[in-house]
């Protein structure tokens, strides 16, 4: 067995890199949804945005929802700025730097925040 075959990536990393994923991914389509249902399909160019959707970063796609609040209406300040805080989290497991329980345990409320969000936006629709 080489080294190579050995996995040493810790199981915090491996899951906050897949929730992460998600985030993203479902941040995406809710802003890409929302916005073109409130201003059709040219909403970037309506809003003068000229990054694509699927082209932003997480925290370009966490600065839509205080830009545009109307993207998810109900979000308060404190899961705001709970988004906030994940940009830095994300920098570490995307530069493979070890996080801590508590910033995994993060990750993972914001994730779940996200998916009620989503479902929440889609069951009114």
Not at 24 to 34: A, G, K, M, P, R
Not at 45 to 64: G, Q
Not at 100 to 121: H, P, Q, R, T
Request: hydrophobic share 35%; aromatic share 10%; charged share 25%.
């Amino acid at each position: 067995m080489t080294v190579f075959e050995e996995s040493c990536v810790p199981e915090n990393m491996i899951e906050g890199y897949r929730l992460l994923y998600e985030i993203e991914t479902t941040l995406q389509s809710i802003i890409n949804f929302q916005l073109t249902y409130k201003y059709g399909l040219h909403w970037r160019s309506i809003l003068y945005e000229k990054r694509p959707i699927n082209d932003a970063c997480l925290h370009e796609l966490v600065s839509y929802l205080f830009k545009y609040p109307h993207i998810i209406p109900n979000i308060n300040r404190s899961q705001r700025e709970k988004l906030r805080k994940l940009s830095d989290i994300r920098n570490k497991v995307c530069h493979m730097t070890d996080i801590a329980d508590s910033e995994l345990k993060v990750i993972k409320e914001c994730n779940n925040m996200i998916k009620g969000f989503s479902y929440e936006i889609s069951s009114k629709r």
